[in-house]
């Protein structure tokens, strides 16, 4: 018998995909974590039953959520991410070898503990070998109100606006994060589907741009996500992403990416213009 996972991305509109088994399901105190093999996708990450990674397009996401700002920002030394659990963002930030520490504040401990279990791939930065990532299981908003002025990135690696992420898409959330960076901090966070999620999209812009002076939105093509087609918010206290892109170190890296690459950044700023009006002012 053949076994199909479906993800509805609308109520008329889905992907779906043959999937060899389920390795791991179960509920945690915040969401149910399922994790499936599927054949054209290798392991599947599961959350509340919407996909979050697979194995083979992972690099596209934590590529671009972690590199645009890492090269935008001249010196960063600390970062956070909040949310994140399986791991992919710090595996990418520890790259940058001027990152003094990475810290993940996930709320889901399980979610870390079957990461690197089962994602050894996306997980090979938190599984305590590393002295230069610390983990915390704790709830993002508390985490960063005990830890103001504190942080060069932070990047919100968080699921959809619904269950224990609803709040990270809040105003408050922001202004929250706007103190935990440093004088010239930036914040990255994944910002849904210009396809789908244009609502959702205006709110979270509009939530932004009452506390950052400087707020652009980027794109990555993302094949597992609601229409392929994904963004990323890009907040900051001070520098520009493009105006202020160091693109020379950006080019001379000394590290893999399977995504980003210095013209890719510059590219990901210029936006359809259905997207731009998503987020007009």
């Given amino acids: 018998m053949d076994l199909w996972y479906t993800e509805k991305h609308s109520d008329n509109v889905g992907i779906t995909m043959k999937t060899t088994g389920t390795l791991f399901s179960g509920k ?4 149910q974590l399922d994790i499936i093999d599927t054949l054209e996708y290798g392991k599947m990450m599961l959350l509340d039953g919407l996909v979050m990674v697979t194995e083979r397009d992972e690099f596209v996401y934590h590529d671009m959520i972690a590199h645009p700002a890492l090269f935008v920002h001249p010196e960063p ?20 070898k001027g990152v003094e520490l990475a810290t993940l504040c996930e709320i889901d401990g399980l979610v870390i503990e079957k990461s690197i279990e089962l994602l050894p791939s996306m997980a090979c930065e938190i599984d305590g070998s590393n002295p230069r990532v610390k983990l915390h299981v704790d709830d993002g908003l508390a985490y960063i109100r005990e830890h103001q002025n504190e942080f060069d990135i932070i990047l919100v690696d968080s699921t959809d606006p619904i269950g224990p992420a609803v709040g990270l898409f809040e105003e408050d959330f922001y202004r ?3 103190g935990a960076l440093k004088e010239d901090g930036i914040m990255v966070a994944q910002s849904e589907s210009p396809f789908y999620h244009a609502e959702i999209q205006k709110n979270m812009y509009k939530n932004l741009r009452a506390v950052f002076p400087i707020v652009e939105m980027y794109q990555a093509f993302i094949p597992t996500y609601p229409s392929g087609f994904w963004s990323f918010a890009f907040a900051s206290k001070k520098y520009h992403p493009v105006k202020d892109f160091d693109r020379e170190r950006a080019a001379s890296r000394d590290f ?3 995504y980003y690459n210095e013209d890719l950044h510059l590219g990901a700023f210029m936006l359809p213009t259905f ?5 007009a002012d």
Avoid: C, P, W
């Avoid at 945690?28 to 969401?31: A, D």
């Fill in 176 to 178: 929250l994060v706007f």
């Fill in 77 to 96: 030394k600390q970062v956070l991410v909040i949310g994140g659990g399986d791991g992919g963002s710090i595996r990418e930030i520890m790259k940058h």
């Fill in 28 to 31: 945690s105190e915040f969401q």
């Fill in 275 to 279: 997207a731009k009006e998503n987020i």
């Fill in 256 to 258: 893999y990416t399977k």
